[in-house]
């Protein structure tokens, strides 16, 4: 007898970038050199103080268990954190920590998502957005966006999608993987519309210290209060340690909510994982409370890396890049290579265009299908300058070799 598994599952997509990633992984074993554009990690070491913390705290045997939603102190130090860097000015009790902020959205779409509900999402959108929604039997409702407005919701658009179902509305900004991120100016606009529909908001802003030339992130939840009629009290903001300190492997993550969307978060998590791990909390609060010059030389160093992967990647004819104003990704247009020969066949795809950097240059990107943009590759410059420039040569060589 076969038992049959969820049908829940039947509505997630599969990834293309497990099938990338795991023929990455054969060519690294064969000793091939593979250059790693497409990992959302960056390849810092989190600030040293924060070992010493960790080293503190295993000294005073920190071990067990902690509240479901974290230790007082860390919640404390999210909301100091939050109010000097954000502007505005949360309480503890609106914070849950979680083992990530992946595992903090996942959260809201279990306490949040129903069947029958709607969640409107631009696209380009990071992969798990829509995924999550689907798995809570809600339905992703997209909002097409195009590089000519900066991979940004209108207004016009957004209004558009909502309906009487929207239960929530999902931003990403800066977004993963267009880099592209919204002004003061355009997140008001956008929350003028959103005021008339009754939903959520959630805002990942994972990546919002690390924005460049100047660029003036903005959260959604300051905007919120200082419109009032109660638009706060609909805002949800994901953040956490993984972007700005290099800390992605220590899974701490969190949301800021209205006190009623934490207590349900409570019971969703007090039946999960139950606490993030206790040792990471004690990490997270040396990383938020002390030096920030570390987060500070890592942002400067993606500001180069930037604008090397940018040039770069024009550089490859008929390839165009915006200059993405946050996070650490480039976004580029690669259908100019459609046509080049590969395996046979000319390249008809984001996903052949891919395939072939994998197999014939060695570089790791991710085809913009995934993200909901065909037609364009993710390049990450979570690496170093020197590896950035050996890349996109690699890639010109073998469009060389294939004639192009």
């Known amino acids: 007898m076969s038992l049959s598994l969820a049908r829940r599952l039947d509505a997630v997509q599969p990834s293309v970038t497990l099938a990338m990633n795991a023929r990455a992984a054969e060519l690294r074993a064969k000793g091939v050199d593979v250059f790693a554009f497409g990992v959302g990690e960056p390849d810092f070491e989190p600030p040293s103080f924060v070992f010493d913390a960790v080293r503190a705290a295993l000294e005073k045997g920190v071990s067990k268990y902690t509240a479901v939603t974290g230790i007082p102190a860390l919640k404390q130090a999210i909301c100091t954190r939050t109010a000097d860097i954000r502007g505005w000015s949360p309480k503890p009790s609106q914070v849950t920590v979680s083992v990530g902020a992946k595992h903090a959205l ?55 999608a909502l309906s009487p179902r929207t239960k929530a509305v999902i931003l990403c900004t ?28 959630v805002v990942d802003e994972i990546y919002a210290d690390l924005v460049y030339d100047g660029f003036k992130h903005v959260s959604a939840a300051k905007l919120a209060a200082e419109m009032g009629g109660g638009l706060a009290d609909r805002v949800i903001i994901v953040d956490g340690v993984s972007k700005t300190y290099a800390m992605t492997g220590w899974r701490i993550g969190w949301s800021i909510a209205p006190e009623r969307v934490a207590k349900a978060l409570d019971t969703v998590q007090g039946q999960s994982t139950t606490n993030a791990t206790a040792i990471a909390q004690h990490a997270a609060i040396a990383a938020l409370t002390g030096p920030q010059g570390e987060v500070e030389k890592m942002r400067a160093a993606f ?68 993200f909901g943009a065909p037609g364009y590759v993710r390049f990450s410059y979570a690496t170093n300058e020197d590896r950035i420039r050996g890349g996109i040569a690699s890639i010109k060589a073998a469009l060389a070799r294939a004639g192009r």
């Open 106 to 160: 996942f959260n809201l779409a279990l306490a949040l998502y129903e069947p029958g509900d709607e969640v409107v999402i631009p696209a380009p959108y990071w992969v798990s957005y829509p995924e999550q929604v689907k798995m809570c039997g809600a339905s992703p409702v997209f909002v097409e966006t195009t590089e000519e407005t900066g991979f940004k919701m209108t207004p016009q658009a957004f209004e558009k």
């Open 303 to 370: 500001e180069k890396r930037r604008d090397v992967m940018v040039s770069e990647l024009r550089s490859i004819p008929g390839v165009k890049c915006r200059v993405p104003e946050g996070a650490f990704y480039a976004f580029a247009d690669c259908r100019a290579l459609y046509g080049v020969p590969f395996k046979g066949k000319p390249i008809a795809s984001d996903e052949d265009v891919a395939f072939f950097m994998l197999e014939e240059a060695h570089v790791a990107a991710v085809p913009g299908g995934a």
């Open 174 to 201: 800066p977004s993963n993987p267009t880099g592209s991120a919204y002004t003061e100016s355009e997140l008001r606009a956008l929350l003028d519309v959103w005021k008339k529909s009754e939903s959520f908001l």
